[in-house]
């Protein structure tokens, strides 16, 4: 599976959130957007990675950016995960992980207790023009956020 790069045009896609909302990337054309995506929901490393995005949320919307998380669980996974955390963006559903496969993220990459780890972990920062800034694939959870706030200055 091919890997986006900087200055590629950001695949569009249309998914729903937990709440069944719609959200195409086309839509969202003249806004800024961070897409991330994450193994599974309510584990460690993910739990960590979406509390951090949540804890500097104001951050990023102060510079303009829209932030999506998305993995293949469901929309009762995802709105539990959200509630649990109070989680303050969307989390799309990609049960068929047509939209992992469209960013590169799909694949397997290990276990977690039983559970199989389908999507690595990467983040996608699309500008207003839905061109690519930034594609990092295999973000550490400990210190992604950080690092992100920081690129985008």
């Not at 959200?23 to 599974?40: E, Q």
């Not at 460690?44 to 999506?68: K, M």
């Not at 995960?81 to 303050?88: C, T």
């Not at 990609?94 to 993220?105: F, R």
Request: proline content about 4%; overall charge negative; some cysteine.
């Amino acid at each position: 599976m091919a890997k986006l790069e900087a200055g590629d045009d950001a695949p569009d896609f249309e998914a729903q959130d937990a709440d069944g909302k719609a959200w195409r990337l086309s839509d969202l054309r003249g806004k800024k957007v961070i897409l991330y995506f994450y193994p599974a929901d309510d584990t460690p490393g993910c739990t960590r990675e979406a509390c951090d995005f949540r804890d500097a949320q104001s951050d990023f919307t102060d510079a303009g950016y829209i932030v999506l998380g998305a993995s293949p669980q469901g929309a009762d996974s995802h709105s539990a995960f959200a509630s649990k955390y109070r989680l303050n963006f969307p989390l799309l559903v990609d049960e068929g992980m047509g939209l992992a496969k469209a960013y590169g993220t799909a694949g397997v990459f290990g276990k977690f207790e039983s559970i199989p780890l389908m999507v690595r972990r990467s983040t996608f920062v699309i500008d207003a023009n839905g061109k690519i800034e930034q594609a990092l694939y295999g973000v550490s959870s400990r210190s992604h956020v950080e690092e992100l706030k920081t690129s985008l200055g």
